[in-house]
């Protein structure tokens, strides 16, 4: 979970064999977790390690949009903006953080060196972070513009991308670090008529409408499965030999009230993990004593975390539904509406100015999440390695592509009506019901309602996963049919979507409210494998 080693550049014969002649990329969409942080909260100052970290210079220049105000008028009579000229302006602060002192008296929090300005809160994203995401860009620059010539040089606009972020700040200024960095200004060209590059739009949602992570917070059938497989979790490590190799290392600083350490301890084993990583991530000035960075234990730390947090994902299909199974409709929603326009007359240069998330112009997507959105991901794909966790600045690629000779969709054929479903499969069936609205396309349609004209129109497309540039393969992805000949991770866009719309909510808020006195089992009481169709 420290910071990411990337591997080296592919090399000339590498960049072949992963991008073969024979496919054109079409889409790629890019899941970061964001950089390099301070903990989410203090623990261990009775290790000697502070709570208040100075690795955050960009505190000493915030700027804050201002209306423009001669305190003439009402503020309902001003003139506000339709075009972003005229009535705002900036303010340029820095900002100190005020913490309890003796007796509980305001008091400047400090650094380990009795630093004032730089200081970080807690979770924030660090100078470290930001350099290490900016080095993301430089890295997918290299690859989607100078190499692949994927991506062009220059843009004029945003037009193109989709650039989205929780509303947690250190994704949104990854975000930012990195698309400056793929797009630095020199490459930006100017509006002719404004004189100025077009300002990119980056998406966010509330709290209730995040799906960039599993959102427990606003779900309460899965909170319930989370404390469930939590519970698991501690009953199957908390006397076991590995936790007790655990409290060799840890227990001597665990506090009194809660001495030994535990999946469900205080701080929790996780929360244990949180700050030994982020502390072996930044200077010497913050580091723990040197029996907390243990190789031994920091791996049975992300072996036994990631089966706590992740692995739900794996067995549960309503827990991969409720907690990643918007995010992966989207991404094929996207990817769908990609070939439905580029395999047909429709042109694919249709300007959405990310205003459409699901536009079928969109050929660059960029969106600045968490540790618990990869691995959550990837688990309910069914290609998670549990033995380590994402880290800091980890990325997935989802890439389609086309087949070079891949040609236009045939005439449409009648739809074949499908099985009649149980009602686990009612309850919890694919995405789309049994119709589109009308005039929308068929990303959002499960695959089993398909007709043969719809299905025919991902013929020919592929689409490839890679986790920190290796490429991942889906275990549903191996059966023959389903793959590129002669390279598994390659998995038919059929075969992706019918997998995820498998897991995709018909309506998530509705469904995080249904069945909170059930068991968190499916009905056969086996686990439910993930990556299959």
């Given at each position: 979970m420290t910071s990411l080693t990337p591997r080296p550049p592919y090399t000339d014969d590498e960049l072949k064999k992963l991008y073969p002649s024979n496919l054109q990329l079409?889409?790629?969409?890019?899941?970061?977790?964001?950089?390099?942080?301070?903990?989410?909260?203090?623990r261990f100052q009775n290790a000697g390690l502070k709570p208040f970290w100075p690795y955050c210079a960009s505190v000493r220049q915030l700027r804050s949009i201002m209306l423009d105000y001669n305190g003439q008028n009402r503020p309902k009579d001003l003139e506000l903006p339709t075009t972003g000229k005229g009535s705002f302006s900036t303010v340029e602060w820095k900002r100190r953080l005020e913490t309890f002192g003796p007796k509980d008296e305001p008091v400047v929090a400090k650094g380990p060196g009795h630093e004032i300005d730089d200081i970080c809160d807690f979770g924030a994203l660090t100078d470290l972070g930001r350099q290490s995401t900016s080095r993301l860009g430089m890295r997918l620059r290299k690859l989607y513009v100078d190499r692949l010539g994927f991506l062009p040089e220059t843009i004029s606009s945003t037009d193109d991308f989709y650039l989205r972020s929780t509303n947690v700040p250190r994704a949104l200024e990854s975000v930012h670090q990195?698309?400056?960095?793929?797009?630095?200004?020199?490459?930006?060209?100017?509006?002719?008529?404004?004189?100025?590059?077009?300002?990119?739009?980056?998406?966010?949602?509330?709290?209730?409408?995040?799906?960039?992570?599993?959102?427990?917070?606003?779900?309460?059938?899965?909170?319930?499965?989370s404390r469930a497989f939590a519970q698991r979790a501690a009953d199957r490590w908390n006397d076991s030999e590995e936790m007790d190799y655990l409290n060799k290392v840890y227990g001597k600083w665990m506090p009194a009230n809660s001495p030994r350490v535990a999946i469900d301890s205080r701080p929790r084993l996780s929360g244990i993990m949180d700050t030994v990583n982020a502390s072996l991530a930044h200077g010497p000035e913050t580091?723990?004593?040197?029996?907390?960075?243990?190789?031994?234990?920091?791996?049975?730390?992300?072996?036994?975390?990631?089966?706590?947090?992740?692995?739900?994902?794996?067995?549960?299909?309503?827990?991969?539904?409720?907690?990643?199974?918007?995010?992966?409709?989207?991404?094929?929603?996207?990817?769908?509406?990609?070939?439905?326009?580029?395999?047909?007359?429709?042109?694919?240069?249709?300007?959405?100015?990310?205003?459409?998330?699901?536009?079928?112009?969109?050929?660059?997507?960029?969106?600045?999440?968490?540790?618990?959105?990869?691995?959550?991901?990837?688990?309910?794909?069914?290609?998670?390695?549990?033995?380590?966790w994402p880290p800091f600045t980890s990325h997935i690629a989802i890439e389609l592509f086309r087949k070079a000779d891949s040609h236009s969709p045939s005439d449409p054929i009648p739809a074949v009506t499908p099985a009649k479903r149980g009602?686990?499969?009612?309850?919890?069936?694919?995405?789309?019901?049994?119709?589109?609205?009308?005039?929308?396309?068929?990303?959002?349609?499960?695959?089993?309602?398909?007709?043969?004209?719809?299905?025919?129109?991902?013929?020919?497309?592929?689409?490839?996963?890679?986790?920190?540039?290796?490429?991942v393969t889906i275990p549903g992805c191996k059966?023959?049919?389903?793959?590129?000949?002669?390279?598994?991770?390659?998995?038919?866009?059929?075969?992706?979507?019918?997998?995820?719309?498998?897991?995709?909510?018909?309506?998530?808020?509705?469904?995080c409210r249904m069945n909170l006195d059930q068991p968190v089992t499916s009905p056969s009481g086996e686990p439910e494998w993930a990556g299959h169709p």
């Open positions: 079409q889409q790629v969409q890019i899941l970061m977790r964001h950089g390099e942080r301070t903990p989410v909260t203090a990195a698309f400056q960095a793929l797009y630095p200004p020199s490459t930006r060209e100017a509006d002719p008529e404004t004189g100025k590059f077009p300002v990119p739009t980056v998406l966010t949602r509330g709290p209730g409408d995040e799906t960039l992570y599993p959102n427990d917070g606003n779900c309460r059938r899965l909170a319930a499965l580091r723990l004593p040197k029996e907390f960075y243990d190789h031994k234990a920091r791996k049975l730390l992300e072996r036994i975390a990631s089966d706590e947090w992740f692995a739900g994902f794996n067995e549960s299909r309503e827990y991969r539904m409720l907690g990643i199974g918007g995010l992966l409709g989207d991404i094929v929603e996207r990817m769908v509406s990609r070939a439905e326009h580029t395999s047909s007359s429709h042109p694919v240069n249709i300007k959405s100015g990310t205003s459409d998330p699901s536009a079928p112009g969109i050929k660059f997507g960029l969106s600045g999440c968490h540790d618990t959105t990869l691995a959550g991901l990837l688990s309910s794909l069914g290609a998670y390695d549990s033995s380590s009602w686990w499969e009612s309850m919890f069936s694919g995405s789309a019901g049994h119709k589109n609205p009308p005039g929308s396309g068929i990303g959002r349609k499960s695959s089993e309602y398909l007709t043969s004209s719809e299905k025919s129109k991902l013929d020919g497309y592929y689409v490839r996963m890679r986790y920190n540039d290796e490429p059966t023959p049919g389903n793959h590129l000949e002669g390279d598994e991770s390659f998995c038919t866009l059929t075969a992706f979507k019918s997998i995820v719309d498998k897991i995709t909510p018909q309506d998530w808020k509705q469904q």
